[in-house]
């Protein structure tokens, strides 16, 4: 079975920096998707960027950027000049060829004026 | 376009009593998904349906159960409330064809005593 791990439970950053969210994953398949979701306070789940196994290139979302690393089973997300309004629950989601989507435990982001 | 509903938002229940969360799409989607989600768990798949009259479990399925008679919608039923099953509920559904990204309803809040 696939496991996702997030290994930072919380996060602080500065207003107007970069922090970047580290997720690592474990599967022994070759074709799969990876997400980003945010959670804020209003506890809606809104998906954030989206990333093909099968794509080289890493996914971009306007300030929201991932770090790729097949390889080493890695995909962590950026988020660039950091806003008021990024402070939620942030998910990492892996989806295989089983029809489930697979979350990690969720890292806690705060942001700071 | 209402996406993902769910109903109630809020529901208190005494151990031992049953209920039904609601669930409805109308994106045409054929997949729909319950998770639970816990403080430091994540989100964890219930059960999952690939289409009306196909449901299959999940990662956390005992006290539960769901059907799929249409395509619109997918009830999950508690059948004896139990403390351990105070949680918050989310539905969520996709397209069988890429992109494969999961719309989530706004959550259900429930709590046994």
């Known amino acids: 079975a696939q496991t996702v791990t997030q290994s930072q439970p919380e996060m602080s950053v500065q207003e107007a920096e970069t922090v970047t969210l580290s997720c690592t994953y474990d599967?022994?398949?070759?074709?799969?998707?990876l997400f980003w979701y945010k959670q804020p306070p209003s506890r809606q789940m809104i998906l954030v960027i989206r990333?093909?196994?099968?794509?080289?290139q890493n996914a971009t979302e306007n300030r929201f950027s991932v770090n790729f690393q097949k390889a080493a089973k890695s995909f962590s997300l950026k988020i660039s000049d950091s806003q008021l309004g990024d402070a939620a629950m942030y998910f990492c989601?892996?989806?295989?060829?089983?029809?489930?989507?697979?979350f990690g435990k969720g890292t806690l982001l705060t942001v700071n004026p | 376009n209402a996406g993902v509903t769910q109903t109630p938002k809020f529901q208190v229940l005494k151990t031992g009593q049953s209920m039904t969360l609601q669930c409805a799409q109308d994106?045409?989607?054929?997949?729909m998904s319950w998770y639970r989600q816990d403080p430091g768990m994540g989100l964890r798949l219930i059960h999952y349906?690939?289409?009306?009259?196909?449901?299959d479990q999940g990662e956390v399925p005992n006290g539960y159960n769901v059907s799929r008679s249409t395509t619109e919608d997918f009830p999950l039923r508690l059948l004896s409330a139990a403390p351990s099953q105070t949680s918050v509920y989310f539905c969520?559904?996709?397209?069988?064809?890429?992109?494969?990204?999961?719309?989530f309803g706004p959550g259900t809040r429930l709590t046994v005593t």
């Open positions: 969520a559904s996709r397209k069988a064809t890429l992109p494969y990204e999961q719309y």
């Open positions: 599967t022994s398949e070759s074709d799969y998707y």
């Open positions: 990333q093909e196994a099968y794509k080289q």
């Open positions: 989601a892996y989806w295989g060829s089983n029809y489930k989507l697979t």
């Open positions: 994106m045409n989607h054929e997949y």
């Open positions: 349906s690939v289409g009306a009259g196909i449901t």
